[in-house]
């Protein structure tokens, strides 16, 4: 029977372990923290959105990684595979009003629970307090665990190992310097579906810092994102954000800043709407048109006060252009920690076609530690297992 170490046991190393068993291997899950899947657990409490029911060519087109292989995986492993996968572990799912999938249970919980004692009654080991510190000279795994350094031998491994964010949940990172040593390139960790940092002025913040700005949309690049935003002390966040992320911080890191542009009124066309201003009662203040004719709250005209400090243009057209792509400059990203997820890790160009690492021989790399990118929506879940479900196929059928 082939021995396969899996390490890391977020959903990427149990889909990983889940696949190996299907293929008659010896399945051993290794974990830093005390007990499994911690972040999964966390992705539970907004309701744990694991798919999405778009077309597969949509779904696929999420994703950001440099060559197909990701997109084959998911491809082989998509929306409804793994909605199966969750009617076979008595965890029914739903299609949201957005085409979002969910356990019907809205947590993460019980269906972790599930599929743990399923692996658990194939013959899968579970080893908690387990940290990864490397390998040994002669080539074996190295943890390091309450009772001192243990080592094991396995005829495969396969590393779940996570991003770097939300590091109190056991994704910290620290393997890249492991991978880094015997020569396995590390994309820079940079972090995504996070907060944007914006240089509000003391009277916007001391006004509306905590507000939420309602139906709005976004714009950065030729991605767009609709939804709500809230206004906080470093800048904004939201999940309507995450969809724009990628493009902003490519922006970033290569101009150091970038523009976002926020539709202040998403569902009123450009010439309506100055249509509209034009015919305001022009004795009234300009706040006072915007709230009227342009139906903005006070947050709204906030914003546009902000971002022309105090003297929006008179002209109607000028307005109405600016109030539909009203620009704001971004400095930053919020810290990494705080991120959703993390791009960067693994190289593809360290990875061969079964994500076995070219340097490191029998060992192969799952989920978010591999360089690749999408926005929340149910993709960075469904790729993980994705990912999982084909490496944990291949370590065990390899001879
Ligand atoms: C608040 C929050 C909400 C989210 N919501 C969603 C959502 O709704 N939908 C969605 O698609 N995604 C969501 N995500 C993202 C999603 O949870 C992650 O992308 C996913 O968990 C990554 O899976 P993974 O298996 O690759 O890594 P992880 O889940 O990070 O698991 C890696 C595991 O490896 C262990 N480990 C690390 N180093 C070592 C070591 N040296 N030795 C042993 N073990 C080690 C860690 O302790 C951890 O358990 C959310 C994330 C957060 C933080």
């Known amino acids: 029977m082939k021995r396969i170490a899996i390490i890391g046991s977020g959903p990427a190393g149990l889909m990983a372990a889940q696949a190996a068993l299907e293929q008659g291997a010896h399945v051993s899950i290794y974990e830093a923290m005390p007990s499994a899947a911690r972040k999964f657990l966390m992705a539970g409490k907004s309701g744990l959105n694991i798919s999405h029911s778009e077309k597969v060519h949509q779904l696929l087109g999420r994703y950001d990684a440099p060559d197909g292989r990701l997109r084959a995986m998911v491809s082989a492993f998509n929306a409804s595979d793994i909605r199966e996968w969750m009617e076979a572990l008595d965890e029914p799912s739903f299609v949201g009003s957005s085409g979002r999938i969910f356990p019907v249970a809205m947590k993460a919980s019980p269906l972790l629970r599930k599929w743990l004692r399923k692996l658990a009654e194939r013959g899968a080991e579970l080893y908690t307090r387990h940290r990864w510190t490397g390998w040994t000279s002669e080539g074996l795994l190295s943890f390091s665990t309450q009772n001192g350094a243990v080592q094991v031998e396995s005829d495969a491994t396969i590393l779940a190992l996570g991003g770097k964010s939300w590091s109190r949940l056991g994704s910290d990172g620290q393997w890249a310097e492991i991978l880094s040593q015997r020569g396995v390139y590390i994309d820079p960790f940079e972090p995504s579906n996070c907060g944007v940092e914006v240089g509000w002025s003391d009277r916007l913040l001391s006004q509306h810092e905590g507000a939420p700005v309602k139906s709005i949309a976004l714009k950065m690049g030729d991605k767009k994102s609709r939804g709500d935003i809230v206004v906080t002390r470093h800048g904004i966040e939201s999940g309507a954000l995450y969809p724009v992320a990628a493009d902003l911080r490519k922006e970033l890191s290569s101009s150091g800043s970038a523009t976002l542009l926020i539709d202040l009124v998403p569902d009123v066309r450009t010439d309506a709407l ?126």
């Open 274 to 399: 100055a249509k509209r201003l034009a015919s305001a009662n022009s004795k009234d203040s300009m706040s006072n048109r915007l709230r009227k004719a342009a139906r903005l709250d006070k947050v709204k005209v906030a914003l546009v006060n902000e971002v022309t400090r105090g003297s929006p243009p008179g002209d109607a057209s000028e307005i109405a252009a600016l109030l539909k792509a009203l620009p704001f400059t971004v400095s930053g990203t919020a810290p990494m920690d705080d991120a959703i997820s993390t791009a960067g890790g693994v190289s593809w160009d360290a990875l061969d076609e079964h994500l076995m690492l070219k340097a490191v021989p029998n060992t192969y790399c799952v989920g978010e530690m591999v360089s690749w990118d999408a926005p929340t929506g149910g993709y960075l879940l469904t790729a993980c297992m994705a990912m999982g479900k084909a490496a944990g196929a291949a370590a065990a059928k390899a001879t």
